[in-house]
Structures are given as structure tokens and as C-alpha cells.
């Protein structure tokens, strides 16, 4: 069989492939083909919450957090995908000030009513009323930002799947693993798939926690780590009926951070999480454990239970998805160092599902165009660009790491 060409190969098939995908055939008449070692959503994106909230851990994050939000509500009036609004809530235990005041993220892009950044100061006795489940004691009130919501991974990948092969130039290949990448001089020239060899002008590396692996078939390094994240579930329909907005757990579980929210039918997730890459979590992405630990659930528990009234719940075993984290907590988003035709989007710590928008329209930027800045009036209403050369991958090598501006 004679070798298949297209002008793009994107490797990886998750939120961030596929979007990335869209947005270069949208942008060009460029034949793009997207390869999968599973199906897409398979790997971090199906095991994720799906949740759509603020990343403004620096002035970037916010804007590829703002370009999100506006492509979810996008899709939603144009294609009916499903969002549901339940809100993000901050509970406060008598610590810090409260309310707190606004930062610069706030005055800068919260002026609009379906903004992320609208919020609502809840009193005590609100936030009761309205989050029965919460205890009293110490409550001294909470912050809820209505408009901050989750969505099912799987509808969003498989809208823009159809979106992207609706304009006749994409072709998605299941089940097929990119096995070897071959190279001439400084350039990628084929790429040996389970079923057979592609010869490619441009190769985009989208593989999320495998992207060192996809990086190292053509012979480059990447900083990238895959972290094991856990996942496990609590049965809150036996105690109550409402929605849980995202929260996060007043005290770490086993030393790490957890997000709980609300899921369709009653239960709640609750998620380990962390920003950067961290000690004990590395994994290889394929050979990790896909069930909790057997006492995570157990730990979570203790911890839940010293917070809200959850009496009949029961907390059970869920699942477990292996983030692509970066030393510094930020993405990569660059040309290769080494081949001129391979570039990457990778390296998301978790905050895929929000800013996966932002990074695909960074990356056709880049990729087509050569630019590092993209327009953001459209999404603030005044002139701002957001300059996304500081993701270079090179910066690793320079030690000229990012650092997150928590305001």
C-alpha cells in the first residue's frame, strides 16, 4: 500500500487534539489527519470532571481561561451542548477576610453578566438554605460564582470530532498509535501508524502525559511528567436532592488537595488536584492503576464528614486519569527545539477542559501563521493580546520558569 499524506498530523485525540484539529482545518483548506492509540477521549480527558472555572493563576491562564468560556457558550447556542451552570462555592470557615475584596482579574474581566467572574456573597444562613449539607459550625458565609459549570467530556470531544470532519478535511484515525516517527535532517517526514505510514508536512504533538513519549520517537526531549489523579465517588442522592456547585475541600486529603462537585443523578465527585509536578504522583501513562487506592475513598471520607451532613452517603471507589504537568504549572506551547516542522500543546496540569479553546486558537496561530499573540477583544471588549511565546518549550532548558500571580 502506497504511503496516505496529509498536511498536518495531530498525535492525540483528547480535548486538546481534536480542538486543535478544528481549529486548523476551520483556518485553512490544510488536510489534517488526527491519530488515537485508543478513541478519542480515552485517556485524561474522559477521566476528567469536565469543569469550566477560573484558572487565573496568571494573567495568561485567565485569558486562555476567558477564550474557553466563550467557546463552551458558543457551542452551547450553536450546537446544543450540554453545560450545566451549578456554580463554583467558596465556603468560608472563619478564616481570612470575607467578602473578600476583588482582585484585578475581577475588575478586569468581570463586568459582564455571564462572566466567570460574577459572583455572590452568601451569609450563613443562605448558604445553608441553599447547600442544606454544609454544616454551621464556624460558618461565616460563602462566595458562589453561578456561572461556572462542568459539562460531559465525552459530548465535547465528540462535537468538535464532528465539527472538525464536517469540513471534509480531517480524517480521525482510531485505534491507531503512532509507532514511529522518521525523520530527515532537522524534519519529520513520516509517521509509521499501527496501520501503516502517513508521510506528513507538519506534525502537532497533542498527546497530553504520553506527549515525552511522542516527543522522544522524534528523538527531542519534552518537560513534561504524567501524574496519577484520583477520583472517587460519594452517593449524595441518599442524603439530598440539590446540585453541588464545585468546591474545595476546607483541609488537604492525604496530603493533597480535593475538589468535590455535583454530578447528574446525585452523586458528587471528588478529585485530587495540584498545579505543578509532584513528588510521588509519576506514573507511566500506560501501566497505571485505573481504580482508587483502597483507602483513598476511606480518607476522603473522614474529611468530608468533619464538614458536611452527609449521613447515609457512602463514599466508593471511582477512577483514576494521569494528568501531563510542567514543573512550573504552565503549558507548553511551541515549535519543537529540534525539528522544524513538530510542534506541541501539551502539558495542561489539569486545566484542559477550560482553556482547551484558548490553546487551540494559540496553536493555529503559531502553526499557520507563525504569530505568538492572539486578539482577545472579542472576549474582553477592549484592545488586549494575549502573548503566548513565554509557553516556548525552551524554557526548561533556559531555567527561565514561569511563576504563578495569585492576586
Not at 502506497?2 to 486548523?24: M, W
Not at 472563619?94 to 462572566?115: I, L, V
Request: net charge neutral; proline share 5%.
Amino acid at each position: 500500500m502506497s504511503e496516505r499524506t496529509a498536511d498536518i498530523a495531530v498525535i492525540g485525540g483528547g480535548i486538546i487534539g481534536l480542538s486543535c484539529a478544528y481549529e486548523l482545518a476551520r483556518q485553512s483548506d490544510l488536510r489534517v489527519v488526527v491519530f488515537d492509540k485508543n478513541n478519542p477521549a480515552s485517556g485524561t480527558t474522559g477521566g476528567s470532571a469536565g469543569v469550566i472555572c477560573l484558572h487565573d493563576l496568571g494573567a495568561i491562564y485567565a485569558q486562555l481561561t476567558l477564550l474557553g468560556h466563550a467557546r463552551v457558550l458558543e457551542l452551547v447556542r450553536d450546537h446544543g451542548l450540554a453545560y450545566h451552570p451549578w456554580g463554583t462555592l467558596f465556603v468560608n470557615y472563619g478564616e481570612g477576610r470575607f467578602p473578600a475584596e476583588a482582585d484585578a482579574y475581577h475588575h478586569r474581566f468581570g463586568t459582564q453578566p455571564d462572566s466567570l467572574y460574577q459572583r455572590e456573597f452568601l451569609s450563613p444562613e443562605e448558604t445553608r438554605k441553599r447547600f442544606p449539607w454544609i454544616m454551621r459550625e464556624n460558618l461565616r458565609g460563602a462566595t458562589l460564582y453561578p456561572n461556572q459549570g462542568f459539562l460531559d467530556p465525552y459530548e465535547l470531544v465528540t462535537l468538535y470530532e464532528n465539527l472538525a470532519t464536517a469540513t471534509g478535511r480531517v480524517t480521525v484515525c482510531r485505534n491507531t498509535p503512532v509507532l514511529q516517527i522518521r525523520t530527515e535532517g532537522e524534519r519529520i517526514t513520516t509517521l509509521v501508524t499501527r496501520r501503516g505510514a502517513w508521510s506528513v508536512g507538519t506534525v502537532l504533538n497533542a498527546g497530553g502525559p504520553w506527549g515525552a513519549k511522542v516527543a522522544a520517537l522524534a528523538g527531542s526531549e519534552l518537560a513534561v511528567t504524567p501524574q496519577r489523579i484520583q477520583v472517587c465517588v460519594a452517593t449524595a442522592f441518599d442524603d439530598y436532592s440539590e446540585r453541588a456547585p464545585l468546591i474545595p475541600l476546607p483541609e488537604p486529603v492525604e496530603q493533597e488537595g480535593v475538589w468535590c462537585r455535583g454530578e447528574i443523578g446525585g452523586t458528587m465527585l471528588f478529585g485530587q488536584h495540584h498545579d505543578t509536578t509532584k513528588a510521588g504522583f509519576t506514573v507511566d501513562p500506560d501501566f497505571v492503576n485505573r481504580v482508587n487506592d483502597a483507602a483513598y475513598p476511606a480518607s476522603v471520607e473522614r474529611v468530608v464528614r468533619r464538614y458536611w451532613n452527609l449521613p447515609k452517603g457512602r463514599f466508593l471507589n471511582g477512577w483514576c486519569c494521569v494528568y501531563g504537568t510542567t514543573e512550573d504549572g504552565f503549558p507548553i506551547l511551541s515549535r519543537d527545539t529540534k525539528r522544524k516542522n513538530f510542534y506541541h500543546a501539551v502539558g495542561l496540569n489539569g486545566h484542559g477542559m477550560t482553556c482547551h479553546a484558548g490553546i487551540a486558537l494559540a496553536t493555529a496561530e503559531l502553526m499557520l501563521r507563525g504569530g505568538t499573540s492572539l486578539d482577545l477583544r472579542p472576549v474582553t471588549g477592549h484592545a488586549e493580546r494575549m502573548d503566548f511565546s513565554v509557553l516556548d518549550v525552551a524554557r526548561f532548558g533556559r531555567r527561565e520558569l514561569l511563576t504563578f500571580e495569585l492576586k
